[in-house]
């Protein structure tokens, strides 16, 4: 069974920065298209980044400046680098793998096959 595991979230003052990490496993994650998403109570499920198979990026327009989204094929991982963090930024994000989310919408959750269970960002003021 696939596995997205999430890892980095916690409690940090506004201004300072994240790194969070999704380890994946039980999949060829080199072929897969990744993304994070987060969520915050009573909010929908809000697209951050997405970097493709190749390493192509795209990112929501609201974070494009401070977030970077990567990848390590070698070690199935991908990375959310988070900058100048502000308190609306608390929730919990999610990492997702999909087969053609690319191609299909990177923004759009329903692309994507596979779903960690988030780890949670709280970003204080």
């Known amino acids: 069974q696939v596995q997205l595991v999430e890892s980095g979230g916690g409690l940090v003052q506004a201004g300072e920065s994240l790194r969070l990490s999704c380890a994946a496993s039980r999949l060829t994650f080199s072929i897969y298209d990744m993304a994070w998403f987060r969520q915050a109570p009573g909010k929908e499920r809000e697209f951050l980044g997405a970097i493709s198979r190749r390493g192509v990026t795209d990112y929501a327009d609201s974070v494009k400046d401070r977030f970077t989204v990567s990848r390590d094929n070698g070690k199935n991982m991908v990375d959310l680098q988070m900058n100048s963090l502000k308190p609306e930024d608390t929730a919990r994000y999610f990492c997702?793998?999909?087969?053609?989310?690319?191609?299909?919408?990177?923004?759009?959750?329903?692309?994507?096959?596979?779903w960690g269970r988030g780890t949670q960002v709280t970003v204080s003021s």
């Open positions: 997702a793998g999909g087969a053609a989310s690319f191609v299909s919408g990177p923004a759009i959750p329903k692309n994507y096959n596979y």
